[in-house]
């Protein structure tokens, strides 16, 4: 069975059914993409897989487990990280706190042993500050590591975003419009930091628009338009697909691909 | 000075007039001027200074003086920095402790007041700094803290000491009961509901005659005591010494303030203090990183009404009296203020607002009615001046080589 | 070339900074007059201190504090109970002569401290004159009662349920609250005027006490209004205007006697003042028998003690005896207000008028 | 009294009340809508409304105007205070609130805390600290209602704080202020790259939201009959419950809250223990909040849009 | 087609973030009716360099000039009275208004009612999407319709230079194109047009002009179909 099963999966924002019964299966280890045009319903299906609002209607099972009414950080916690479409870092801490954040839910010691500072407590923060810089070593962030995150240039945010994302350590990688705002070779080098994570053994689940990320890594493209799948398949498949060039890619680009 | 300034020295000295205009005495009382002109030439004269030093230290000729200067103020400052804190910090705690030595009664008890609200200070901090949830209604767990003293002291004869865990607990629970509607909303929403609390707190404190005594209060706690062995007259003995004098309080309360400033410390610089502040910063995104917000954001607000609670039980020791008077809302708002104008998430900020928000106005009661007026003035141009407050907080830093060298500051 | 100090502590900021500053003015007045009438040998001059105590406790302790360091030799103060009782203990720790001008409450003597003093009667002195009022005087079957549930108002209106409960002539029909600093008390009043009492006790504060006449006046109360001492006051009068005529209140009637005048005629020259609060008189006599018993017995605190209570001594608000628990004997009698002014117009103790 | 005049009698109470707290709390409403502050300030300014309605008013006693014109007079007094308050609004946003519109939020709360101490405190040296008689112009003339009295005071009021309501609601449906306003506060920087001068935006908040606490300032004053300097603190009180309560930045929804936190006061003192009036206020305040985290007519934004 | 006198000019403008030097000394003229288009890697200064243009930010030094009028000194209502627009970066929608409320907002300036609504109704032609969503809040729009509706404000007020930051940012494909197409169509209309943009081959290949710009300073400027042709620029900036 996949990672991740949607079943049957609605949402509804007063008059505007923004997904509509929707199946989609992510098999571990893989690159699975969703696009669509703007406004497809690809933000809001993230949205309810990470808890953010429950599906009106249908299942969510992540590996066996039901997510639907369960909170955003037991979903992270059972293996899910994601990024945003808009950025959102800590701004006023730095790079490395922010990535010590996203440690918060793998360990433990509380605030009393906090307050004591019990020598677990003390081993835990040297593990937190190890793993930390690990992760910013693996992202190539280490530089920037005593930075405010709000002074980082664009390009670096969106990592620091995926570094805390990836400090969860999760199973599955939900990545919304990573390459947005940046230039063909600093996409290229995203494509790259994508594949170098899947081969750690991360799944992951790609929103995007730029064609030439989807395209060049992704093993299965779903195609979504008013909250409905109307392709998957190979890359190839979806590139070719009528409804996709009519809905979403435009003649143009078929062209240039 | 450019004109720049000259233009703001005039605006502002006439918006100033304005508002000095109802100070301006009543027909009936008799047309009275002098007071407002006093205020308004206060005023105006440190504008006047501060635009004059702004100018100067704008100016080229500053500038390169300065730049002279540079290289020997950083020397200095190097060797500042090149002591460790920690002797800092040691010198500062002697000083503490021999103060009580040098200063007479007045003076330890305003000690006293001022580490008191030291504590109150760094327990809303975890709050409102860390976890950014404005809160208005503070001085009520104070009185949880004052009152759980007060009634176990007087009716079943606990100990101060005994009595301290029964009232973190109980100003915790209090917390968190506080805590739980407000965890949907938020700013102002959360401002207007802590600060309704804090009224309701008081007000039944005032009006729940038969557990409290109302308004009369409660009256005739015992001081806190500390127990010694004692060798005499042969055999042990455990003798118990009530901590009656002032200087006795002012230890204890110095030491409830080290160990406040040394919990809150390692609360800020654990994971439990990053989660906060990550809240702080941006709720979804903290949640949505694995941060469970709910439980934290309650653990803060526990978090905060233990320590106050722990004041509160002090001072009802201290004064062997207590009232719901003591507790109102004016109260919450001095607390605030020393949070903020010390810099928000800054323990030494904190330390300094606080001894300087309680001490100076106490000090300063030779002005009398001008006080507070002095007061308001003040602290709204410190916020101008100054909006991160005194001591700004920063972030830890973490270095990878000894070589480089720490910045701190702005 | 020694100066004497003696310290005052009252609230000089805040909400009664009215009643604080009359209290500061008074012992000043006294001061003046004491030097004026030759002072006390080996001083040449008196000062006073004055304490801020902001009608709170921890702040009426540090300025108790600052007193005693500053070497007062008496203290005059505090004005609310809730300051009082926290600041008279570091002032009986360094065994220093306390006379309240104004506290009422029965725990400020109660606890044994022996140099301390009070001026006011006893709230439950006052209680009873008014009970007595009620029952005798006016004769009425029903009561309500409105405090404003602060120490000094909780303290009366529990004194008068005591009270009247004993005799059992009088029904208590209705106790209602109301919160300091409110405006608006038609709500209460309201329910008062359904239920219609013969009498509404006003245990509240001059300006809520002032408001409230107007406005059981607008509602058309048919009740008669009683109040206290805290109420007596010329700005009731003021603000109340004509809806105040009528209005019973309980204070302590002085003799007008000539001292009174000239303390009258002093306290408004040196203050500039139209009239003097009712503390103002408390406070001159609390400063006048403070310094009258130094001049006496010096500044050696027992002998102050003792000089306090075995000297009956004469002031503006009448014949001064302390009992062994620093309480003074001082009955209330009932005023009403006529064409604008408080005039005297029943004696409890004699049961009759005026 | 029988039942049916004394609810009437009641409700009139708390309609009145609850006028007088909707005034004020429209006033918070716009400058917190606005600049997202809680302006502490804003109980002092209506407090110096009543301060400067009293000054003219017994300058007008003096020359025996107020008989003769008893009209012009009222105008002259609610004139002369709201323009004076809208002045000194204007002033206290250029000193203490405009330096800090880019700092953090607890700082410009504080600097208004700051300039509510001092605001009260001079108010206090100058103006004495008892409360003042404010010349009883209004007398307490009126009719009844079955048993229920209501005076003529009491009617002025009411319908003059309607009809600032209306017209309040008017000009900022009407004019592009009202949606300049609404831009300012949710993006200033975006709205300056449209056109909208904020300064000026912000400013014009700022004369009508304290003329409005200065106008129910001298009501007050007006109809209780007495002002003292700090009588502000606790119609500010109310004012911020109202304006939460009614969802902040509504104008329809201060006028509710206002209508709210008066009827509870007044409903509750009369039915039930007065003593926990207050108690049940906050609860009040706190069980709506609990349910509508934005208020009653707040803009409930699914603010979760990630 | 181009005109003698450009419309905006800039000479050696520096901005600064507190200590941090921005634009180092940016000059550039863009002349009437053109479509100029500015490239650079993250973080080089584009942004700020509109911002600064629009008075948002200060130019601590340099002139900025428009129709040959000194503007750097004047604030960015000021500079929009002049007829000047943009879309900014990270689309600064107002998120408690409505969709068509954000769009009145655009013609905030305009008194011109039935022009206005005209121009309602081309911004709907361009973008269907808006008009199916006029009721909704903005902040609950998607990014896109998010994005769609910043140019669309922008737009509204009927500028006649028009500053655009990476409009294509989060758009589907088609729409990309379609927002190319709409410049080009804006730019006939006589409206100048300065574009910044990371899709540097479409964003060239409709403007006349283009800037390449490196931590905080131009370093390159030509014609925009020569530059797709330079091969620094290609391997930089097109990914080539
Ligand atoms: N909170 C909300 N309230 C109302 N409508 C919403 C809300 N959130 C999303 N929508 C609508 O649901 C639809 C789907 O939005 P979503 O953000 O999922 O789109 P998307 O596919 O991510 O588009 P884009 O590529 O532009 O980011 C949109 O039309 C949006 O306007
Ligand atoms: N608010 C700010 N505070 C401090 N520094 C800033 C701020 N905004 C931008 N900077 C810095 O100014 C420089 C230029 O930023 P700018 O946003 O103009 O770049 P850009 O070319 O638009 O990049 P991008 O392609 O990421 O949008 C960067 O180094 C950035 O870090
Ligand atoms: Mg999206
Ligand atoms: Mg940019």
Redesign the interface.
């Not at chain 2, 304005?18 to 009382?29: A, F, K, N, Q, Y």
């Not at chain 3, 209602?176 to 919160?179: A, C, K, L, R, S």
């Given at each position: 069975m996949a990672e991740l099963v949607l079943r049957n999966i609605s949402k509804r924002f007063g008059g505007l059914l923004a997904v509509d019964n929707l199946d989609l299966d992510v098999s571990e280890g893989m690159i699975l993409s969703l696009i669509g045009p703007n406004g497809a319903g690809k933000?809001t299906v993230f949205?309810m897989i990470t808890g953010?609002?429950p599906p009106s209607h249908g299942t969510i099972t992540y590996r066996g487990n039901k997510l639907n009414h369960l909170r955003s950080n037991r979903i992270i916690r059972n293996g899910i990280a994601r990024t945003?479409?808009?950025i959102?870092l800590f701004k006023s801490m730095t790079v490395l706190e922010n990535v010590q954040v996203g440690l918060h839910c793998r360990t433990k010691s509380g605030a009393f042993r906090a307050l004591f500072r019990t020598p677990h407590q003390k081993q835990e923060e040297k593990e937190i500050i190890d793993r930390a810089m690990e992760i910013l070593e693996f992202l190539g962030l280490v530089d920037y590591r005593n930075e405010y995150a709000s002074y980082l240039p664009y390009g670096d945010q969106r990592r620091l975003e995926i570094a805390r994302a990836v400090a969860t350590q999760p199973h599955m990688l939900l990545l919304d419009e990573p390459a947005a705002g940046m230039n063909p070779r600093e996409t290229a080098e995203l494509m790259e930091l994508i594949i170098k994570l899947r081969d750690t053994g991360l799944t992951i689940f790609l929103v995007e628009h730029d064609m030439r990320l989807v395209m060049g890594i992704s093993e299965i493209v779903t195609v979504l338009d008013h909250g409905q799948k109307i392709a998957e398949g190979t890359p190839k498949q979806v590139q070719e697909n009528e409804r996709v060039i009519e809905a979403y890619l435009g003649t143009k680009s078929k062209e240039r691909a | 000075m450019p004109s720049s300034n000259v233009k703001k020295f005039i605006?502002?000295s006439l918006?100033?007039g304005?508002?000095?205009?109802?100070?301006?005495?009543?027909?009936?009382?008799g047309f009275?001027i002098t007071?407002?002109l006093l205020?308004w030439g206060v005023f105006v004269g440190i504008l006047a200074f501060w635009l004059l030093g702004k100018s100067i230290r704008g100016s080229d000729a500053f500038q390169s003086a300065a730049g002279g200067l540079a290289p020997f103020r950083s020397r200095l400052f190097d060797n500042f920095t090149k002591v460790p804190t920690k002797i800092y910090l040691c010198l500062l705690l002697f000083a503490l402790a021999a103060y009580p030595q040098v200063a007479n009664n007045y003076m330890v008890d305003v000690g006293i007041t001022c580490l008191i609200y030291v504590v109150l200070g760094l327990g809303l901090d975890i709050v409102?700094g860390l976890a950014g949830l404005?809160d208005l209604g503070y001085i009520a767990f104070y009185a949880v803290g004052a009152y759980t003293y007060s009634l176990l002291n007087l009716h079943f004869g606990l100990s101060f000491w005994s009595c301290l865990p029964i009232g973190i607990v109980l100003g915790a629970v209090c917390g968190c009961i506080i805590g739980y509607?407000t965890l949907?909303?938020?700013?102002?929403?959360l401002?207007?509901?802590t600060?309704?609390?804090g009224?309701?707190i008081r007000?039944?404190l005032n009006?729940w005659d038969k557990l409290t005594k109302g308004p009369n209060g409660l009256l005739g706690m015992a001081k806190p005591a500390i127990g010694y062995p004692s060798f005499a007259e042969g055999g042990v003995k455990w003798v118990s010494y009530s901590l009656k004098s002032l200087h006795s309080l002012y230890y204890l309360i110095l030491l409830i303030a080290v160990l406040t400033v040394i919990g809150v410390g390692r609360l800020n610089n654990s994971r439990i203090g990053r989660a906060w502040i990550a809240i702080r910063e941006d709720e979804?995104?903290a949640e949505?990183s694995g941060v469970p917000t709910t439980w934290l954001k309650l653990l803060a607000y526990a978090m905060g009404a233990a320590f106050a609670s722990v004041a509160g039980a002090f001072f009802a020791s201290k004064l062997s009296y207590t009232n719901p008077n003591f507790f109102i809302?004016m109260e919450s708002?001095i607390v605030?203020?020393i949070v903020?104008?010390g810099g928000?998430g800054s323990i030494p900020g904190i330390v300094l607002a606080g001894i300087v928000l309680i001490a100076v106005p106490e000090v300063s009661r030779e002005l009398q009615?001008?006080r507070?007026?002095v007061?308001?003035?003040?602290?709204?141009?410190?916020?101008?001046l100054r909006?991160?407050g005194l001591i700004p907080a920063t972030r830890h830093k973490r270095e990878l080589h000894e070589t480089e060298g720490e910045t701190y500051g702005e | 070339a020694k100066t004497l100090k003696i310290g005052t502590l009252s609230p000089l900021?805040g909400?009664y900074?009215?009643d604080g500053?009359d209290i500061l003015q008074g012992v000043k007045t006294a001061v003046a007059v004491f030097e004026k009438a030759g002072g006390i040998p080996g001083y040449d001059k008196i000062e006073v201190v004055p304490g801020d105590s902001a009608c709170d406790g921890g702040k009426a302790t540090m300025a108790a504090n600052k007193l005693i360091n500053s070497g007062v030799a008496g203290v005059v103060g505090a004005y609310c109970s809730s300051a009082t009782i926290p600041a008279s203990v570091p002032l009986n720790q360094a065994n220093i002569v306390q006379i309240t001008p104004a506290s009422t409450h029965t725990d400020v003597t109660g606890r044994g401290f022996k140099q301390i003093f009070r001026m006011p009667p006893r709230d439950d002195v006052q209680a009873w004159s008014t009970v007595k009022f009620l029952e005798d005087g006016l004769k009425i079957k029903t009561l309500a009662l409105i405090d404003d549930?602060q120490t000094y108002t909780v303290g009366l209106t529990e004194n008068i349920t005591e009270f009247a409960k004993e005799k059992n002539k009088i029904k208590i029909v209705a106790l209602?609250?109301?919160?300091p600093?409110?405006?608006?008390f038609?709500?209460?009043l309201?329910?008062l005027?359904?239920i219609?009492p013969d009498v509404i006790y006003m245990g509240v504060y001059?300006?809520e006490g002032?408001?409230m006449v107007?406005?059981a006046?607008?509602?058309?109360l048919k009740s008669k209004l009683l109040s206290e001492d805290a109420v007596f006051?010329p700005?009731f009068l003021?603000?109340g205007?004509k809806?105040a005529e009528g209005t019973y209140l309980t204070f302590a009637k002085a003799p007008e006697t000539k001292e009174r005048k000239e303390f009258e005629k002093t306290y408004k020259n040196m203050w500039k003042a139209k009239t003097v609060g009712s503390y103002g008189y408390y406070a001159y006599d609390a400063g006048m028998i403070l310094l009258e018993t130094i001049k006496k017995a010096g500044t050696k605190t027992n002998k102050m003690v003792d000089t306090l209570r075995n000297t009956t001594w004469s002031g503006v608000t009448g014949e001064i005896k302390f009992d062994y628990k620093g309480d003074r004997k001082l009955a209330h009698v009932i005023w009403i207000v006529k064409d604008g002014k408080f005039v005297p117009y029943w004696d409890p103790l004699t049961e009759s008028y005026f | 009294?029988d039942t049916a005049s004394?609810i009437i009698?009641?409700l009139i109470?708390?309609l009145?009340?609850g006028s007088i707290f909707a005034l004020i709390a429209l006033g918070y409403t716009m400058v917190?809508g606005i600049i997202?502050l809680?302006n502490f300030a804003h109980g002092e300014l209506f407090t110096?409304g009543a301060?400067?309605g009293?000054?003219v008013l017994?300058?007008l006693q003096?020359t025996g105007f107020v008989e003769s014109h008893f009209v012009i007079t009222l105008i002259l007094v609610f004139g002369m205070a709201m323009a004076?308050v809208a002045?000194?609004g204007?002033?206290?946003e250029?000193?203490?609130y405009k330096?800090?519109r880019r700092?953090?939020?607890?700082?410009?709360?504080?600097?208004?805390?700051?300039?509510?101490?001092?605001?009260?405190?001079?108010?206090?040296?100058?103006?004495?600290?008892?409360?003042?008689?404010?010349p009883?112009i209004l007398g307490?003339e009126?009719f009844s209602i079955l048993d229920a009295?209501i005076?003529y005071g009491q009617v002025f009021i009411i319908v003059l704080s309607l009809l600032l309501m209306v017209a309040l609601q008017m000009f900022v449906n009407w004019t592009?202020l009202g949606?300049?306003m609404?831009?300012t506060a949710?993006?200033q920087?975006?709205?300056?790259?449209?056109?909208?001068?904020?300064d000026k935006t912000i400013r014009v908040t700022f004369m009508i939201g304290p003329a409005l606490g200065a106008a129910a300032g001298v009501m007050?004053g007006l109809y209780?009959?007495?002002v003292?300097f700090?009588?502000g603190?606790?119609y500010m009180?109310k004012a911020?419950?109202a304006a939460?309560l009614g969802g902040?930045g509504s104008i329809p929804g201060a006028v509710l809250g206002g209508m709210i936190i008066g009827g509870v006061?007044?409903?509750?003192?009369?039915f039930l223990?007065?003593?926990?009036?207050?108690?049940t206020t906050?609860?009040v305040?706190?069980l709506v909040?609990?349910l509508r985290?934005?208020?009653i007519l707040g803009?409930h934004?699914?603010?979760?849009?990630? | 087609m181009a005109s003698e006198q450009p419309i905006l000019k800039l000479e050696d403008v520096h901005t600064y973030y507190g200590n941090i030097h921005a634009l180092k000394g940016v000059s550039c003229a863009i002349p009437s009716g053109d479509i100029a288009c500015l490239i650079g890697a993250n973080g080089a200064g584009k942004s700020t360099t509109l911002l600064t243009i629009?008075g948002?930010q200060r130019a601590a030094e340099g002139k900025i000039l428009y129709k040959g009028r000194e503007i750097h000194h004047l604030?960015?209502?000021q500079v929009?009275?002049l007829g000047v627009?943009?879309t900014?970066e990270g689309r600064?929608?107002?998120?408690?208004?409505t969709t068509l409320?954000n769009l009145?907002?655009?013609a905030?300036?305009r008194g011109d009612k039935v022009a206005v609504a005209e121009d309602m109704e081309w911004v709907f032609s361009l973008f269907p999407v808006l008009q199916e969503r006029t009721r909704q809040?903005g902040?609950?729009l998607s990014g896109g319709e998010q994005q769609m509706l910043a140019i669309g404000?922008a737009l509204m007020?009927r500028p006649e230079l028009l500053l655009l930051d990476e409009p294509s940012l989060g758009l589907a494909p088609k729409l990309v194109e379609k927002i190319f197409e709409t410049i080009l169509e804006i730019s006939k209309s006589g409206v100048t047009i300065f574009l910044v943009e990371q899709n540097a081959h479409m964003a060239l290949s409709i403007s006349n002009t283009g800037y390449v710009m490196e931590t905080g300073r131009i370093v390159l400027t030509d014609k925009a179909s020569d530059l797709l042709q330079n091969e620094k620029v290609k391997k930089a900036y097109l990914g080539e």
């Open positions: 933000t949205n953010v609002y945003f479409q808009n959102r | 605006v502002y918006f100033m304005i508002l000095i205009l109802p100070m301006v005495g009543l027909p009936s009382t009275e007071r407002a205020v409102v404005l509607p949907r909303m938020r700013g102002d929403y401002a207007i509901v600060m309704g609390f009224e309701i007000l039944v009006n979804v995104a949505l809302f708002c605030l203020c903020v104008l928000v009615n001008y507070m007026l007061f308001g003035l003040a602290m709204a141009v410190m916020m101008v909006p991160e | 900021t909400p900074a009215q500053t549930r209602e609250h109301i919160t600093g409110d405006k608006d038609t709500a209460v309201t329910k005027k359904r219609n001059q300006p002032s408001l107007r406005q006046k607008a509602l058309g006051h700005k003021e603000v205007g809806a | 009294m004394f009698q009641q109470n708390a009145f009340l917190y997202e809680i110096a301060f400067i009293i000054i017994a300058a003096k004076y002045v000194l204007v002033a206290i250029h000193v203490a330096p800090l700092a953090s939020r607890l700082a410009a709360i504080l600097s208004a805390l700051g300039m509510s101490i001092f605001l009260s405190n001079g108010m206090m040296l100058s103006q004495g600290v008892s409360d003042r008689a404010y009883s307490i009126g009295r005076t592009k949606k300049a609404r831009a949710q993006n920087t975006m709205a300056r790259m449209l056109g909208i001068d904020i007050v209780y009959g007495s003292r700090d009588m603190f606790i009180i911020f419950a939460i902040i006061e007044v409903l509750w003192s009369a223990p007065s003593e926990w009036k207050d108690v906050f609860v305040l706190i909040l609990y985290p934005s208020g803009e934004v699914s603010e979760t849009r990630v | 629009f948002v604030r960015p209502e929009a009275a627009s943009q900014p600064q929608i107002f998120p408690r208004m409320e009145e907002m655009g905030f300036l809040l902040g609950t404000r007020s």
